[in-house]
């Protein structure tokens, strides 16, 4: 997995130092097996490959760690910011000398990728996000760090932009782990094993106390489609091919094999009818088609410079909505959170009203400058 922004391969660094006082002493021809062995893991994932085909001395400049640096790019392309990336990069910068040139590291530079995204996509300058008269929808992730969330850098947080940010909030000083009241283990994993509809072992446990939202959407696709994990690799990402037969162990002795015949035609749903043979015994299923691009319901786009209208900032899908038509809102609260790409972001009103109308539910996808919602001033 070495090359380009990441490290050189465990190979080079044995070969170079071999007859001197720091030689390793590992066997060449193990490491050789076990480079041929993931040169070929590697080949599977080659849809997943950044586009990185080179070192890049750009880095100086903006100063973002390796792993950022492939995991932004990305970020860009799925908010349509792809063609920009010079721009990006330019921001990334800008928004880290606005924390303070702070140390990056996980997860304080995917923070910093945040707000670089959220600053080209609506283009605002570092001049603007500045400015105290200038409302700015900040992402979830700023906002959390700027609160303390992360712990406090040495110094502190630049004044100025921590007040914007948490817009009169108070910010955490002391160490945030240790604000955390004690965890009950029994009754975490009791709300856990509900959600999820089965036992959990230790190590499911940990992984849903960490990540609750991620670990139970797992759960639920894991119970929807079974054990996955017992596909080869190219056919769990890439799919079968009419007239593959595959062999599937889904547990030591019991082995499903499999045959596809044939797809029948897309419908109005983007699902498919896949024929296939289990076992020697003909099968039907209708599942979604992967290669069918998902539409985007056409949405009103919010007119510029009518505070009123609340814009999406960026495409993405609908989150959670906080508030109901015919609501009574305070400049400051949150109507709704978008979220694109591991980036969250909650959308405030700007101003004391009334929300007149809201134009989208959770799940909903938008793209950028479409009209959310429409709070009446008053």
């Known amino acids: 997995m070495s090359g380009t922004t990441s490290q050189p391969c465990l190979g080079s660094l044995v070969e170079a130092m071999r007859n001197t006082e720091r030689d390793t002493g590992l066997a060449t021809d193990?490491?050789?097996?076990?480079?041929?062995?993931?040169?070929?893991?590697?080949?599977?994932?080659?849809?997943?490959?950044?586009?990185?085909?080179?070192?890049?001395?750009?880095?100086?400049?903006?100063?973002?760690?390796?792993?950022?640096?492939?995991?932004?790019?990305?970020?860009?392309?799925?908010?349509?910011?792809?063609?920009r990336w010079q721009e990006v990069a330019a921001a990334y910068r800008q928004a880290n000398d606005l924390f303070g040139d702070i140390i990056k590291v996980t997860p304080s530079s995917k923070v910093v990728g945040d707000m670089a995204l959220m600053m080209v996509s609506?283009?605002?300058?570092?001049?603007?996000?500045?400015?105290?008269?200038?409302?700015?929808?900040?992402?979830?992730?700023?906002?959390?760090?700027?609160?303390?969330?992360?712990?406090?850098?040495?110094?502190?947080?630049?004044?100025?932009?921590?007040?914007?940010?948490?817009?009169?909030?108070?910010?955490?000083?002391?160490?945030?782990?240790s604000l955390l009241p004690p965890a009950d283990l029994t009754a975490a994993r009791a709300e856990a094993e509900k959600l999820c509809q089965r036992e959990l072992t230790d190590d499911e446990l940990a992984s849903y106390l960490m990540y609750p939202k991620i670990f139970t959407e797992f759960a639920a696709m894991s119970r929807k489609y079974g054990p996955l994990s017992a596909l080869p690799?190219?056919?769990?990402?890439?799919?079968?091919?009419?007239?593959?037969?595959?062999?599937?162990?889904?547990?030591?002795?019991?082995?499903?094999?499999?045959?596809?015949?044939?797809?029948?035609?897309?419908?109005d749903e983007g699902h498919v009818k896949v024929f296939f043979e289990l076992n020697g015994e003909p099968r039907t299923i209708r599942v979604p088609h992967r290669s069918v691009a998902a539409k985007i319901q056409a949405r009103r786009k919010a007119e510029e410079g009518n505070d009123t209208h609340l814009a999406a900032p960026f495409p993405g899908v609908i989150s959670t909505i906080a508030v109901k038509d015919g609501q009574r809102v305070k400049a400051g609260d949150v109507i709704l959170t978008l979220e694109a790409m591991?980036?969250?972001?909650?959308?405030?009103?700007?101003?004391?009203?009334?929300?007149?109308?809201?134009?989208?539910?959770?799940?909903?996808?938008?793209?950028a400058k479409d009209l959310l919602s429409i709070v009446e001033v008053g």
Not at 57 to 83: C, D, I, W
Not at 149 to 157: K, Y
Not at 353 to 358: F, Q, S, W
């Open 30 to 83: 193990a490491i050789r097996r076990i480079s041929f062995y993931w040169e070929s893991v590697r080949a599977g994932y080659t849809a997943f490959e950044a586009d990185q085909k080179s070192g890049a001395s750009e880095v100086y400049l903006h100063e973002m760690p390796g792993g950022q640096f492939t995991n932004l790019k990305e970020q860009a392309r799925s908010l349509g910011l792809g063609g």
């Open 122 to 177: 609506q283009g605002l300058s570092a001049e603007d996000v500045l400015d105290p008269d200038k409302d700015v929808a900040f992402p979830a992730s700023v906002v959390e760090m700027m609160h303390g969330d992360l712990g406090q850098p040495p110094g502190g947080w630049p004044k100025a932009l921590q007040k914007k940010v948490l817009k009169g909030g108070k910010a955490v000083m002391v160490r945030p782990g």
């Open 233 to 267: 690799t190219h056919v769990f990402f890439y799919g079968m091919q009419p007239g593959d037969e595959i062999m599937v162990e889904i547990e030591t002795g019991k082995v499903l094999v499999i045959v596809l015949q044939t797809l029948g035609e897309v419908d």
């Open 342 to 367: 591991k980036m969250e972001t909650a959308l405030r009103a700007a101003h004391n009203g009334t929300v007149k109308e809201l134009l989208v539910r959770p799940g909903n996808m938008v793209d």
